[in-house]
């Protein structure tokens, strides 16, 4: 990257920006909620359109000269239309936790109630934790996978919403490897007179790509972050039926937000034009590969994981045979370069802060163009350091190997 002024001007800064590009271009990024953008994305988001307000929708702005943002942000629209088939889009939100708060705001009442997944079962914190503002605000009752198969029990959901008669049903998470039936979540929805909230910011680059099932056609409402598998800026968006527009445009603001970030707004814009791209297919396609063959490569070496395999870009290794927890295994990890997150497993018996295993994805090394082989090879990286976790000299020849590997399949460069 080119930061001329700021290495003029501000060293300390620019240093550590320069810094992270280093580790970023050295290290193996398995994280599943990350991935690169491109230079384009990167080019949109440090323009001067951070120097403007324009709080309200486009054409009803609360300040004057937005009509240069406006075309900006009906390209993000009409793009994000077009990738998902969606009536109505909001592309505002600053991010996937407050894109749901808006959700919640627009439909609910404080105190009404929802079934969402429960965290430890693959859930996110803004699906109803007693710490984020969503297990405050709102009266969640929590379903759970199936503790036999790690799969979602949809009689199960049935028999919880009839009990419960939620007015909103939340589906879509964080940590779930498994499709998703969203045909049926809606039945059940109808049945009890509940709201449908689906939450696709982990697989919404998988659903473009039509590699998996799309809820927005069935769904009242749609949340997704921009940053993950959509390899966006990060940010979020909401999509839902024409009927429900001014109560979700509203929530946003003024309800929940103040003024846009455009320049990220303009840099959603590039990178759904990148998703509606032939190119995009194709890697999303290798984002299911690579996670299939990373899945059956630790099956291979006896690691177990959630629900036995995956459909999409990640999967949570159970690492309870392995004699390891969660958190000790990413710090292994980490001295050899290559980041996972600490996940729990359904029903867990440890701590949230060393639980039981670590989640692993596939869409930042496949933007880098690794393929079936080095997913291979990773798995017996990851393998070797966590037996070998005492031997410093092992680990540091591991870091070698994972470096070199990183420096022939480097981050974008367009
Ligand atoms: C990542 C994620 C979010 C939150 O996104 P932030 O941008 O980190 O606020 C919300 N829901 C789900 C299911 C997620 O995976």
Request: charged content about 25%; some cysteine.
């Amino acid at each position: 990257m080119q930061h001329n002024a700021l290495a003029e001007k501000d060293r300390a800064v620019f240093n550590v920006i320069a810094r992270e590009e280093k580790r970023q271009k050295e290290e193996l990024e398995l994280i599943a909620s990350e991935n690169y953008v491109s230079l384009s994305v990167l080019e949109a988001l440090g323009t001067v359109l951070t120097n403007k307000y324009s709080e309200g929708t486009v054409g009803h702005r609360y300040y004057g000269g937005n009509q240069i943002v406006d075309e900006i942000e009906t390209l993000a629209v009409a793009r994000l239309k077009k990738i998902f088939g969606a009536e109505h889009v909001n592309v505002q939100p600053l991010s996937g936790s407050p894109a749901n708060a808006a959700v919640y705001m627009a439909f609910l009442k404080p105190g009404d109630k929802i079934l969402g997944l429960k965290l430890d079962h693959g859930g996110h914190l803004s699906h109803g934790h007693p710490v984020n503002f969503s297990g405050m605000l709102y009266n969640f009752v929590q379903y759970e996978v199936d503790s036999k198969t790690g799969r979602i029990d949809m009689a199960a959901v049935r028999k919880l919403a009839k009990k419960e008669k939620p007015k909103m049903i939340v589906a879509g998470y964080s940590a779930y490897s498994r499709e998703i039936d969203w045909k049926e979540f809606k039945k059940i929805a109808d049945e009890v007179g509940a709201y449908t909230f689906a939450d696709i910011a982990h697989t919404a680059g998988l659903i473009a790509a039509k590699l998996l099932d799309n809820p927005v056609p069935y769904f009242d409402v749609v949340t997704t972050t921009t940053h993950k598998t959509l390899r966006g800026p990060r940010g979020a968006v909401i999509m839902c039926q024409k009927k429900f527009a001014k109560l979700i445009d509203r929530a946003v603001f003024p309800g929940m937000q103040g003024g846009p970030h455009n320049h990220v707004t303009a840099a959603k814009a590039v990178a759904f034009g990148e998703v509606l791209s032939k190119d995009f297919k194709i890697y999303a396609k290798q984002i299911i590969k690579n996670s299939k063959v990373l899945a059956q490569e630790f099956l291979k070496k006896g690691y177990e994981i959630v629900s036995g395999g995956t459909d999409n870009h990640l999967f949570v290794l159970n690492l309870q045979n392995k004699n390891i927890g969660g958190h000790d295994a990413e710090v292994i990890l980490e001295k050899v370069g290559i980041s996972v997150s600490r996940s729990t497993i359904p029903d867990d018996p440890k701590s949230p802060m060393n639980p039981s295993g670590v989640r692993i994805g596939t869409p930042a090394a496949t933007t880098r163009g690794m393929k079936e082989k080095e997913m291979k090879q990773i798995v017996s990286w990851i393998d070797e350091a966590l037996q070998n976790r005492d031997s410093d000299k092992i680990l540091a020849q591991i870091k070698k190997e994972v470096k070199k590997m990183c420096l022939e399949f480097p981050i974008p460069t367009k």
